[in-house]
């Protein structure tokens, strides 16, 4: 009986996406973790290493034997305790903005400039930054920045459900390693989208975009880390905000992609921090033309000292979280196409909370009460919808694609888990502006080819670890009704024992068949028959009438 409690047990702990054995001592476990992410320490890292690992290791054991709301496993971080985060808090707009409905954004300053064309004659000189066009740094990070009315801007409706990972808007989770650099990787997230919502213009005006599609173009993150220096404090912590005013404001000079510029702070952390990090300039040629420096971020009210520029929404009630108008705000932004940078509390909730969340997988993130309602890790909202029935926010973490469900996760909608309904805050691209109806509808941004075919045939130019599947490992699929249909391939006992039934009658059938084709009968050949009669017995015979009996005469 014990035997088989320890099997039952043994089996419970066992998922199909394991690839290290939960059943093997923590050492072998160790070792072949260190194998397959390529893990290198020093002798006494590797002692902390391992201690780290037995600990989550045992730990994920007794995860799996109680009742979560979302898968755990092992990922490349689980030599750590505490994973990587460090985010700062952003600037709030001054209280007399809030509270006084004067300077709105009137629609046509919501579109685009007088220098603006449509028929792509004049984008060199669209909304682009000047030398010496905007102040100081530090004026236009005091609140001026934030779009105090945004109407304008976002569509009237919105769909049931976006996934921005569909739409080719948004890719493969990147890892921050232990540098605290969470912040870059999210406005590397919604910068980089706003770069590909403008594809189509870009390929215009550099040779470098021409032939480029959503995989193969990914902007610098360590360009954003290095030259966004005014407030954030490289791998010391920073906030989405103050890198996207630095970069929307020409402060950090040109982006570049990834490609060029890849990521090199991943083993950096903020005990490593004594100066500020060296700047970087671009590689690509282009972009080290004063007037194709890349900058995606577009400029509202573009004529005045310091341009609006962020969209932001903060929950009336921090502990609470965004109420249905503050929700409604950001769908209509997700469903523009635009990520949405958000931010998370890790330290929220139980100790265990904490470390099953550090080893989710997949289904809906642990539940952990807000508190007080203050933020160390900044995330992206990827989309919305509903999984199993309940409605769910998307994010997109920087703990790698092998965290999660290739690094992304979702959050019950309204729950304020982690305190992660707290404050949200994007931008839109560059070329924005005509045409605002365009984009709830349909999934073709700004007139791109690449979005035009990426609906026409199905495809999307994404790269992930994992296929996304809507009604199976992604969002919920929907009825005619707009309500979510509960797929997930879970079937009933009753008809689960048909199917076993049937199968058991087909594999009766195929062996059957199988024996019939590859391994007929042997056939039974019929051979005459002699028989030896004696001269009065054959004598009584009537040989003339017998049937069947050939007479061979041997005489002559």
Known sequence: MLCLAISFEAIKTKRSFDTISIDSKCKAAFDAFMVQYNKSYTKQEEKVANENFCINFEKLKEFRLQNLSHEVGINEHFDMIRYPNNMIPSPKPPKEEIASNLNKLEAETAGVDDNYSKDGQEFDNYNRYKPGSLTNPAKCSSGNMYIKDDSAILPDSFPNSVDLREWGLIGKALDQGSCGSCYAFSARYVINSAFLHDMYY??????????????????????????????????????????????????????????????????????????????????????????????????????????????????????????????NKIKKMLAMGIPVSGQMNTEAGSSSTQLSFQMYKSGLAPQADCGQATSNHQVTIAGYGHYKGTPVWLFLNSWGSSWGQGGYYMVEMGSNTF??????????????????????????????????????????????????????????????????????????????????????????????????????????????????????????????????????????
């Open 202 to 327: 870009y390929e215009k005006i550099y040779q470098t975009a021409k032939g480029l599609n959503t995989s193969s173009t990914r902007l610098s993150v360590q360009m954003i880390l290095n030259n966004s220096d005014v407030y954030n404090s490289y791998c010391g912590g920073g906030n989405f905000v103050y890198a996207a005013i630095d970069v929307g404001y020409g402060y950090t000079g040109s982006m570049d992609y990834e490609s060029k510029v890849p990521y090199l702070s991943m083993f950096q952390s903020d005990s490593d921090i004594q100066e500020k990090p060296t700047k970087i300039n671009p590689v690509t040629k282009e972009f080290t033309e004063l007037d194709k420096e890349l900058n995606p971020i577009h400029w509202f009210n573009a004529k005045t000292a310091c341009p609006s520029m962020i969209i932001r929404v903060n929950a009336a009630n921090d502990t609470k979280g965004w109420d249905t108008e503050e929700q």
């Open 419 to 556: 305190c992660s309904e707290v404050e949200a805050n994007t931008i839109v691209p560059k070329y924005w502006g005509f045409d605002k109806g365009y984009w709830p509808t349909t999934l073709a941004f700004n007139e791109s080819d690449h979005y035009k075919d990426s609906v026409k045939n199905g495809t999307f130019f994404n790269m992930f670890n994992v296929s996304v599947r809507r009604g199976a490992n992604g969002l919920d699929n929907y009825d005619d009704n707009d309500d979510p249909i509960i797929e997930y391939h879970t079937l009933p006992w009753s008809k689960w024992i048909l199917v076993g039934v049937i199968g058991v009658f087909m594999l009766v059938f195929l062996y059957a068949l199988y024996k019939c084709i590859c391994k007929p009968p042997a056939q039974k050949i019929p051979t005459p028959a002699y028989i030896k009669f004696y001269e009065k017995e054959a004598a009584a015979v009537k040989w003339e009438t017998a049937d069947g009996i050939d007479i061979i005469s041997d005489r002559v």
